[in-house]
């Protein structure tokens, strides 16, 4: 059975062309449903800034991992990882096809490929901080120790991730450099993988951000990140990281206008968007393709394909 994906940047239309696709599929009587492999859409209350899936479009067609957590629990990749293969497994299970949807590379590659994550323990890396916190360069050089390879990839002054690195190496007796081994391919876990990468140009990628940071401004950004600051509990680390609910917050406290409001968030989105398009770039499974012919691509792959029939 194939699993679909639609991966690209912020504003690059996948939303669209996956709903497409999907209406497609289901009229042509092969059930599939959106997965979103998003950081950020599986936070209840954070719908405007996240761009998420409509309810009526959720209503049409089956999405997993949108409004799954409150916005003060932390997701981890790990645990993003787990969930995603978990809801794809599922809709397999029922005689569905997943079709992945999403713009965020970690997030994408932690699913389809077979990545491994160390376990993490506040207690154990705060202890570490706290041992190594005046002397980096002898932490790096405890590092070389227990892992050589592992020490030669972070430079000595990095604190944080030699931190990162003794802590992995505590909580599990592996070395850190393991959990690297399969950053340098591309193999993914699932044997017929068909993908529909959309890169718009640059001028047109820029001028939807602009777009989409107006819209949110005007489809109630503001008492959005309101209602979010009279939550019981503060946002998570994770959630913190969305795009517009800081800038919202500056707006709500009078350190910004909407006018500048709005150019902030666009402005934020777009080297986000260069950002994401480096992980999608590097990944040779991601040839950009018109949003025409992805839709062709993907309403057209039946459960009967062979593994040659996926991309390279």
């Given at each position: 059975m194939p699993i679909l994906a639609v991966v690209g940047p912020t504003a690059s239309g996948k939303s669209e062309v996956a709903m497409t696709v999907a209406r497609g599929r289901i009229a042509a009587g092969q059930p599939t449903e959106i997965v979103a492999v998003d950081a950020f859409t599986v936070y209840r209350g954070m719908d405007v800034g996240t761009a998420k899936p409509s309810r009526h479009d959720r209503d049409e067609v089956p999405h997993h991992l949108v409004d799954i957590?409150?916005?003060?629990?932390?997701?981890?990749?790990?645990?993003?990882?787990?969930?995603?293969?978990?809801?794809?497994?599922?809709?397999?299970?029922?005689?569905?096809t997943p079709l992945l949807v999403g713009g965020s590379g970690l997030y994408w590659r932690a699913v389809v490929d077979e990545l491994r994550f160390p376990p993490t323990d506040p207690t154990v890396r705060d202890e570490l901080r706290q041992r190594w916190a005046d002397d980096p360069a002898a932490a790096h050089r405890h590092l070389a120790t227990l892992d050589p390879d592992a020490?030669?990839?972070?430079?000595?002054?990095?604190?944080?991730?030699?931190?990162?690195?003794?802590?992995?190496?505590?909580?599990?007796?592996?070395?850190?450099?393991?959990?690297?081994?399969?950053?340098?391919?591309?193999?993914?876990?699932?044997?017929?993988?068909?993908?529909?990468?959309?890169?718009?140009?640059?001028?047109?990628?820029?001028?939807?951000?602009?777009?989409?940071?107006a819209r949110m401004v005007e489809g109630g950004l503001l008492e959005e990140a309101a209602a979010l600051r009279?939550?019981?509990?503060?946002?998570?680390?994770?959630?913190?990281?969305?795009?517009?609910?800081?800038?919202?917050?500056e707006a709500l406290d009078g350190r910004l206008d909407l006018t500048e409001l709005v150019d902030l968030i666009a402005r934020r989105t777009w080297r986000f968007a260069r950002r994401q398009r480096r992980w999608f770039r590097a990944d040779p499974r991601c040839e950009p393709i018109d949003p025409e012919d992805a839709i062709a691509r993907l309403v057209g792959v039946s459960e009967g394909m062979g593994g040659h029939d996926r991309p390279s």
């Open positions: 957590l409150d916005p003060w629990e932390e997701l981890s990749v790990a645990g993003f990882q787990a969930r995603a293969r978990a809801a794809i497994d599922d809709v397999q299970d029922r005689g569905a020490a030669a990839r972070i430079e000595p002054n990095n604190l944080r991730r030699t931190i990162r690195a003794l802590e992995a190496i505590e909580l599990t007796g592996e070395r850190f450099s393991r959990y690297d081994d399969a950053w340098e391919r591309y193999d993914s876990r699932y044997p017929v993988l068909t993908v529909a990468y959309l890169e718009p140009p640059n001028d047109e990628l820029r001028d939807r951000i602009a777009v989409r940071a009279a939550l019981p509990h503060p946002l998570s680390h994770t959630a913190q990281q969305a795009i517009g609910y800081a800038e919202a917050f």
